[in-house]
């Protein structure tokens, strides 16, 4: 509980929070520390190099928006300087930073305690008013802040402003009565911080999908209460609530809150799918009720950040060249990583990685991620051909540092037998 003040005559004074957005301004100390643990010396060559690397016979192209984004390097830089600005203050870290696991580890080494999910929020048992908390670039949820509030602690709140942006819109369905239909991951911090803010109005209300399947099912129901038939029978009440139990607001009905929707996403979901999904729901209220009843009933804004945009817009760009292989590299609960990741394997093999101690030099084999929504790892052997002509692509997602993507790279090149570093870019291929 919160080390609490008291007036003279014995009433509790509830603690002022510390909150802290902008940092210490100790950017020019942390730099160095920052650059030493992150920076990538072959991603700098293959910036460099047109983003074509090429020793032998082997050729690596990196895709030209890759790894870290503004909020990461933002949420990264602002951890440093907390760890600067308290050396002998208990520092806790809301979850993690960001989902990589290596930035994860450092942070650990410098002493930040992590803390554990509970409920609906962290579980900040072990905090007291002269300690900090880090708040990570997802954001949390209404109740954690009011938690941090009560506690009084120092709170540096390194939430991203593009989900800053995604809280504004779902509170202003709240306010007007919408419910937020949320294309995202109902576990993740990200969408759990974001649908806590319907929680700003009574009655709020939210409703989480994870793709378009999950947002067909909530068509078929708006299309079986108009009375209209729809391609799918609609789930029952029960069945409807059984099913998003985990993803729906308290006292959610949807017989009664599936009237005004107002579409947002989870900021690093596939861009295309969310797209497509509010296009959808919008159209399915038009055929229920019409159009004049969707325009009054019905909003939809894409919420997807423009770093996941871009990133997702250079691997569709990479794609469209020859390659036999794609390699993408983020922790395996890192939603943009994933994202990534399922773009690349509708067109080509692909590996996803969470980190580059996954590829085995000395084996030629590599642990991965397959894709799909089961989160299953496995290992393949002699994933990598040692002769002929081979184009790996890579790339990586928001969270993951430059030094990993170029051990990755490293690291291919080494099972090949060929070192980029040994006049780099003049290999045989010629075809980028
Ligand atoms: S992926 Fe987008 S929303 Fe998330 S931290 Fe990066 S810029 Fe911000």
Same mark, same amino acid.
């Given at each position: ?5 008291y007036?003279?005559d ?5 603690p002022a ?5 902008k ?7 942390v730099?160095?520390?920052?650059a030493?643990?992150y920076?990538?010396?072959?991603v ?10 090429t020793?032998?016979?082997t050729t690596?192209?990196?895709?030209k928006e ?15 300087q907390?760890?600067?600005k308290?050396?002998?203050r208990?520092?806790?870290?809301a979850?993690e930073i ?7 580890a450092?942070?650990?080494e410098?002493g930040?305690?992590?803390l554990?999910?509970?409920?609906k ?5 072990q905090?007291?008013a002269?300690d900090v908390? @880090?708040l990570? /670039?997802?954001?949390? !949820? #209404?109740?954690d802040?009011?938690? &941090?509030?009560?506690?009084g602690? +120092?709170?540096?709140?390194?939430t ?8 504004k ?6 306010r ?6 949320i ?6 911090e ?13 009655g ?5 999908v994870?793709d ?5 099912l909530?068509?078929?129901?708006i ?14 009440r029960?069945?409807?609530l059984a ?6 607001s308290?006292?959610f ?7 005004? @929707?107002?579409? /947002?996403n989870?900021? !690093? #979901?596939?861009?295309?799918?969310? &797209?497509?999904?509010?296009?959808? +729901?919008?159209?399915a ?11 009054e009933?019905?909003r939809t804004?894409?919420?997807i950040?423009s ?10 760009e990479?794609?469209?060249?020859p ?5 993408v590299v ?13 773009l ?14 996954e ?10 991620r397959?894709i ?13 051909p040692?002769?002929?002509a081979?184009?790996?692509?890579? !790339? ?5 540092p430059n030094?990993?993507i ?20 003049a290999?045989t291929?010629?075809?980028?």
């Open positions: 509980m919160a080390d609490t003040a007036t003279p014995g009433s509790a004074i509830a929070l510390t909150y802290v957005r940092g210490f301004g100790l950017k020019a100390e730099q160095d520390t920052l030493a643990d920076t990538g010396h072959l700098d060559l293959l910036r460099t190099l047109e983003y074509t690397l020793a032998g016979d690596v192209r990196l895709a890759f790894g870290f984004c503004y909020g990461v390097e933002r949420a990264v830089d602002y951890a440093y907390t760890r600067r308290f050396p002998e208990r520092i806790f870290l979850g960001i989902h990589n696991p290596h930035v994860n450092k942070l650990r410098m930040v305690v992590f554990a999910a509970s409920g929020g962290f579980d900040y048992a905090v007291r002269a908390v @880090i990570p /670039a997802f954001g949390v !949820t #209404m109740q802040f009011q938690t &941090l509030r009560e506690l602690c +120092v709170v540096v709140d390194t991203c402003g593009s989900v800053l942006n995604v809280w819109r779902v509170e202003v369905y709240a007007d009565g919408f419910t937020s239909l294309h995202g991951k109902y576990y993740h990200e969408t759990r911080a974001t649908a806590s803010q319907v929680e700003k109005y009574p709020g209300q939210y409703l989480v994870r378009m399947a999950e947002a067909e909530v068509m078929h129901y299309a079986a209460r108009a009375g209209k038939i729809s391609d799918e029978p609609a789930l029952s029960d069945a409807f099913r998003f139990a985990k993803g729906a308290d006292g009905d949807p017989d009664v809150h599936l009237d005004r @929707i107002g579409v /947002a989870q900021t !690093t #979901m596939l861009a295309r799918e969310s &797209l497509a999904i509010g296009a959808a +729901v919008g159209a209220m038009t055929r229920a009720y019409g159009e004049a009843h969707r325009s009933h019905f804004f894409d919420t950040c770093a996941t945009q871009d990133r997702q817009d250079a691997v569709v990479l794609l469209r060249e390659l036999d292989l794609m390699v983020g922790g395996y609960n890192s939603s943009n990583t994933i994202s990534l990741a399922a690349c394997a509708e067109q080509v093999l692909t590996y996803h990685i969470a980190d580059p101690d590829i085995d030099v000395a084996t030629n084999s590599v642990r991965y397959l799909g929504p089961h989160h299953t790892e496995t290992t393949r052997e002699n994933w990598l040692v002769v002929g081979l184009r790996v692509g890579i !790339t990586a997602g928001a969270s993951t030094n990993k170029g051990d990755a790279v490293a690291r291919i090149f080494a099972i090949r037998g060929d070192d980029p570093l040994v006049n780099p870019g290999g291929d010629d075809t980028v």
